[in-house]
């Protein structure tokens, strides 16, 4: 729907897309089979509710049908947030939660695809939504198998196109998602979590200490009712609402497999600039993000890279904060951006050669004295640029800078 066509007014669902959020959960189990085609997946959520019934529904047809048609001509909004609010205080979550749909203004524009969710519920409000997306939103993309090195890479782009102005978007799952939200936290800044099932199951255990940190600094989206678990196709369905929100999908870490180039490949579907960060030639886990390079995609080598990319988007005068927000989207320069590549060229020459040594392969402390460094020099050369932020500690001993020199 054109902007025009969005209306003003209380906050809340219309009742057609609330309905339609209710009609996908009670679908829940046949869009569950049908994401064994990811592709079909998304051709379905495209439908309109009777199609999608028609199409879908089996044997449950006729009785979802006249359920469909029973439903109420007010959305039970007032109900569903009180349900909301209950559910957050047991878990420790103290957040606002609406629901927002695309006939209000204040639904984010990007989300006008055929495809796109009719209705978000959103933790943290509809009005923080609206400021996050009002900006430039980068999706941060990956698999959720990372090794260390697809963690600081995360961390440190998502980092600094955080402390640039840029809001991040990712999922909540192991990985690179973990770590791109956890990096915009370290920023100060708040990112957009897209969930895949409904916003009181979807979140995994283990990430909901992060999962309450990105909520209050930020904002958690589902299009699925609260207490809807989304199972597989519901995973599968949030990622055409994050490369959607984003003008820029970046992959940082990934195989060569569907499953872990699934969101890039359908950000590129959907016209959006895609972008991947190279990788270790032997590991698996550059498999995907280089054969995504080979096929045109944009080499990003820190947050520089992806502020340039925004810049050929239009996204430098077409994405700035609204007036409402008092401030606009100015980024750090390429050349001095927030995720510390401006701080190496103020390091002493014996820290600068052991960084680039370290990012060369050189990466623990015996192997920089077999590289000819003195082995005292090389412990205390490491010592300082791990308190520096420019290093981090790996497994086996090994370190990892925190962001790419250029």
Same mark, same amino acid.
């Given at each position: ?124 409000? !509809? /009005? $923080? *939504? %609206? ?5 430039? +939103?980068? #999706?941060?993309? =990956? ?119 699934? !969101? /890039? $490949? *359908? %950000? ?5 600039? +895609?972008? #991947?960060?190279? =990788? ?127």
């Amino acid at each position: 729907m054109s902007a025009a066509g969005r209306t003003g007014g209380e906050p809340g669902a219309c009742a057609r897309c609330a309905r339609r959020s209710w009609l996908l959960s009670m679908l829940s189990g046949p869009l569950d089979c049908c994401a064994r085609d990811r592709w079909r997946l998304i051709e379905l959520l495209a439908l309109a509710d009777e199609e999608l019934l028609r199409a879908v529904a089996g044997t449950r047809k006729a009785d979802l049908h006249a359920q469909y048609a029973r439903f109420g001509s007010e959305p039970p909004v007032e109900e569903t947030r009180t349900r909301m609010r209950e559910t957050d205080a047991q878990g420790g979550i103290e957040a606002d939660v609406e629901t927002i749909c695309h006939h209000r203004r204040d639904y984010p524009h990007a989300l006008d695809g055929p495809a796109a969710p009719h209705m978000l519920e959103v933790a943290g409000g !509809a /009005a $923080r *939504l %609206a400021e996050l997306a009002s900006a430039p +939103v980068v #999706a941060v993309l =990956g698999s959720t198998r990372a090794s260390d090195y697809g963690i600081e890479m995360a961390r440190g782009l998502a980092r600094g196109l955080a402390a640039s102005g840029v809001s991040v978007a990712g999922s909540v799952t192991d990985g690179i998602a973990a770590a791109a939200h956890a990096g915009a936290l370290e920023a100060g800044a708040g990112s957009i979590a897209v969930m895949g099932g409904g916003l009181g199951v979807a979140c995994p255990a283990r990430w909901r200490s992060l999962y309450e940190r990105v909520v209050h600094a930020g904002c958690a989206v589902s299009e699925l009712p609260h207490d809807c678990a989304g199972r597989r196709w519901g995973q599968l369905a949030s990622a055409r609402i994050l490369v959607e929100l984003a003008s820029v999908a970046v992959l940082v870490e990934a195989d060569e497999t569907a499953e872990d180039l699934f !969101a /890039a $490949r *359908l %950000a590129r579907a959907r016209g959006r600039t +895609v972008a #991947a960060i190279p =990788g270790r030639v032997t590991s698996p886990l550059s498999r995907g993000t280089h054969a995504l390079l080979m096929d045109g995609a944009s080499l990003v080598r820190g947050p520089g890279d992806v502020l340039e990319l925004l810049y050929r988007c239009g996204e430098a005068a077409a994405g700035r904060r609204s007036s409402a927000s008092g401030s606009a989207w100015a980024p750090v320069s390429a050349g001095a951006t927030a995720s510390g590549e401006d701080s190496q060229s103020g390091l002493r020459r014996e820290l600068r050669l052991t960084l680039e040594r370290v990012g060369a392969g050189c990466d623990t402390p015996d192997k920089l004295t077999r590289a000819g460094v003195d082995a005292a020099e090389a412990l205390l050369a490491l010592s300082e640029l791990e308190l520096m932020g420019l290093l981090a500690r790996g497994d086996g001993g090994r370190y990892l800078p925190t962001a790419p020199s250029n």
